[in-house]
Structures are given as structure tokens and as C-alpha cells.
């Protein structure tokens, strides 16, 4: 069985400091993808960013049907979506409507990319 230690004879200093510089330069940028990714690591809240992304916006009602779900159910995923920052809301009566941030847009966009490319594979004869 291999062991896993690092036998290198010289660490090249140089590279280590401007890697480290790099991590620390976008710092912010890594806890913001960090955070977006865990949150659209549920498939069920993937899904709703999805059609958000897709609808610009929707209600609970309209997620809850398109779903198959209760409205409590989607409301608890949607909740999470905006303690997270990814969603934000309007309110238009009664209703709520919910949409991505446009700053996590840019972040999930070519996510969502991927998946209609392979939607098309499937869909062509």
C-alpha cells in the first residue's frame, strides 16, 4: 500500500506565497460559491433555482404545483434560499414572488446551461 507523504526535496517558496495570495485575494468570492453551492446541493431547492432562473419569478403556489408538492414544503426550501441570500422577494398583493439575485444568477446561469444542452440531447430524435 502507498503512503501518503510528500517526498519533495525543495518547496518552491514563490509558488506557495502567490498561492496563498490567491486564496486570500478571493476569499469572499469562495464563501459566496461555497454557500450557493451547499444551498442548490438539495435537488429539490436546485430545481426551484432552476425555474426561477427560467420564469425570472414565481410563487409558493405556483412552485408547490409545478412540484407536486405542499406549499409548507416549498416555502421551507424557499425560506433557506433567502436566509441564503440566493432568492429575494416581492410582494404584489397577497402574493410573494420570489426570483434569483442577480449576483448568484451570474454563479448558477451556466449550471442551468448544462442542464438544458443535455435536455436537448434527449429530446432530439
Known amino acids: 500500500m502507498e503512503s501518503n507523504t510528500c517526498i ?3 518547496a518552491d517558496q514563490a509558488q506557495i506565497e502567490t498561492c496563498k495570495g490567491k486564496l486570500k ?3 469572499k468570492s ?3 460559491l461555497s454557500n450557493v453551492l ?6 429539490v431547492r436546485l430545481k426551484i433555482l432552476y425555474l426561477l432562473e427560467e420564469e425570472k419569478e414565481l410563487c409558493p403556489c405556483d412552485l408547490s404545483d409545478i412540484l407536486s408538492m405542499t406549499i409548507p414544503a416549498v ?6 434560499l433567502k436566509d441564503g441570500g440566493i432568492v429575494h ?6 402574493t410573494i414572488y420570489y426570483s ?16 438544458n444542452k443535455e435536455t436537448e440531447k434527449v429530446e432530439m430524435p
Do not use: C, M, W, Y
Open 8 to 10: 519533495r526535496q525543495f
Open 25 to 27: 485575494t478571493a476569499q
Open 30 to 32: 469562495f464563501s459566496n
Open 38 to 43: 451547499a444551498l442548490a446541493g438539495n435537488e
Open 75 to 80: 416555502s421551507q426550501h424557499l425560506r433557506k
Open 89 to 94: 422577494t416581492r410582494k404584489q398583493g397577497q
Open 100 to 115: 434569483l439575485t442577480q449576483d448568484n444568477l451570474k454563479i448558477v446561469k451556466p449550471f442551468f446551461r448544462h442542464i
